[in-house]
T-cell receptor, first 112, second 114 residues
Framework: GESVGLHLPTLSVQEGDNSIINCAYSNSASDYFIWYKQESGKGPQFIIDIRSNMDKRQGQRVTVLLNKTVKHLSLQIAATQPGDSAVYFCAEVMDSSYKLIFGSGTRLLVRP | AAGVIQSPRHLIKEKRETATLKCYPIPRHDTVYWYQQGPGQDPQFLISFYEKMQSDKGSIPDRFSAQQFSDYHSELNMSSLELGDSALYFC?????????????FGNGTRLTVT
């Protein structure tokens, strides 16, 4: 199917290297943040989340860092694999619901 | 495990026609969100429902309406379609009104307006 994010910034990494994807969010009142992975023809898939009272959270091969001072999020993927190739979005939430505000996506390409 | 089901996967309509997109949430999920993702864009929140009642509204045009039925499935009705309505439309479901339960997205309906 048609690729999502035809004009998105692209990060190209070698398989096995670590990847860092950055995101600037818009609202200092946001208290919850989520990283999503979106493969072509599919919906966003949850990767990891973090609440505003934390500055770091680790998952399996992924780490999210939150810098509230500069309203910046990053997603670190360790030992990047070909299956990690996708578009990655950060999303912020200001209230108690899932009314998500998505940031601009980044396309991750993993070179074999 | 059952996921969020959206139908149809692809839909082609002409300008000024109407379209109906359907969303079947994960069993026992009572909350549905609709998002629109234009080409090369990030998803934008349209509208949400909890227990068959509209719970929040985002950037949804007046030409669009939606509802959630007694079996918790939801339909997005789009009238007087415009070229700019061409996009991926995602439905997502969760349980409850908060964020205690994860949000699960369907694989979307791709609407093309010609």
């Amino acid at each position: 199917g048609e690729s999502v994010g035809l004009h998105l910034p692209t990060l190209s990494v070698q398989e096995g290297d670590n990847s860092i994807i950055n995101c600037a969010y818009s609202n200092s009142a946001s208290d919850y943040f989520i990283w999503y992975k979106q493969e072509s023809g599919k919906g966003p898939q949850f990767i990891i989340d973090i609440r505003s009272n934390m500055d770091k959270r680790q998952g399996q091969r992924v780490t999210v860092l939150l810098n509230k001072t500069v309203k910046h999020l990053s997603l670190q993927i360790a030992a990047t694999q070909p299956g990690d190739s996708a578009v990655y979005f950060c999303a912020e939430v200001m209230d108690s619901s899932y009314k998500l505000i998505f940031g601009s996506g980044t396309r991750l390409l993993v070179r074999p | 495990a059952a996921g969020v089901i959206q139908s149809p996967r692809h839909l082609i309509k002409e300008k000024r026609e109407t379209a109906t997109l359907k969303c079947y949430p994960i069993p026992r999920h009572d909350t549905v969100y609709w998002y629109q993702q234009g080409p090369g864009q990030d998803p934008q929140f349209l509208i949400s429902f909890y227990e068959k009642m509209q719970s929040d509204k985002g950037s949804i045009p007046d030409r669009f309406s939606a509802q959630q039925f007694s079996d918790y499935h939801s339909e997005l009705n789009m009238s007087s379609l415009e070229l700019g309505d061409s996009a991926l439309y995602f439905c997502a479901s969760t349980s409850g009104t908060g964020k205690e339960s994860p949000l699960h997205f369907g694989n979307g309906t791709r609407l093309t307006v010609t």
